[in-house]
T-cell receptor, first 112, second 112 residues
Framework: NAGVTQTPKFQVLKTGQSMTLQCAQD?????MSWYRQDPGMGLRLIHY???????DQGEVPNGYNVSRSTTEDFPLRLLSAAPSQTSVYFC???????????FGQGTRLTVV | TQLLEQSPQFLSIQEGENLTVYCNSS?????LQWYRQEPGEGPVLLVT?????EVKKLKRLTFQFGDARKDSSLHITAAQPGDTGLYLC????????????FGTGTQLKVEL
């Protein structure tokens, strides 16, 4: 049982480049979320989804897009990378609204 | 300002000491969770509390949900080096929201 799988683990981008962070889960969870983690700020919610075809914004959505075409996959797109998007990104899934969140191992992104 | 503020931000103690970490908000939560995160990994759930005033114990860890469901605390008795890590509270607001919001985090280091 793989759980939540994120790729890549590390990425360096130049300012202005675009890229997609991949997230897949094999637990048939309806709820999926993307967070970024910066020192001293815990985890901040970027976007989330409560099922295929349904997405909504979190606390820090600017500069990021998401889509949810299947239950399993929830990719995060950076449209035009900026140094302020240098961070560690975590994808999480949970079965329902108040159940445990399972996390991927994270993607460390550096924008130069 | 983030919805969930944790204190202290950093804590460095000796093995055997007791400590308390606080998670505070001005908003009411339907449930509160505590996670622990180790370097290079995603957070892992420790406990979920759902009732105001609820106390849960997990070996040497005691978790309490405030009566008004606006705050929570984590108390560790006789800390051990294996308790070292980043502790994060997370909650879902009352009123039907689906966002799982995380606190600012407390970095704990327990030394021999």
């Amino acid at each position: 049982n793989a759980g939540v799988t994120q790729t890549p683990k590390f990425q360096v981008l130049k300012t202005g480049q675009s890229m997609t962070l991949q997230c897949a889960q094999d637990m048939n969870h309806e709820y999926m979320s993307w967070y970024r983690q910066d020192p001293g700020m815990g985890l901040r919610l970027i976007h989330y989804s409560v099922g295929a075809g349904i997405t909504d914004q979190g606390e820090v959505p600017n500069g990021y897009n998401v889509s949810r075409s299947t239950t399993e996959d929830f990719p995060l797109r950076l449209l035009s990378a900026a140094p302020s998007q240098t961070s560690v990104y975590f994808c999480a899934s949970r079965l329902s609204r108040v159940t445990e969140a399972f996390f991927g191992q994270g993607t460390r992104l550096t924008v130069v | 300002t983030q919805l969930l503020e944790q204190s202290p931000q950093f804590l460095s103690i000796q093995e055997g000491e007791n400590l308390t970490v606080y998670c505070n908000s001005s908003s009411v939560f339907s449930s509160l969770q505590w996670y622990r995160q180790e370097p290079g990994e995603g957070p892992v759930l420790l406990v979920t509390v759902v009732t105001g005033g609820e106390v849960k114990k997990l070996k040497r860890l005691t978790f309490q949900f405030g009566d008004a469901r606006k705050d929570s605390s984590l108390h560790i008795t006789a800390a051990q080096p294996g308790d070292t890590g980043l502790y994060l509270c997370a909650g879902i607001l009352t009123g039907g929201g689906n966002k799982l919001t995380f606190g600012t985090g407390t970095q704990l280091k327990v030394e021999l």
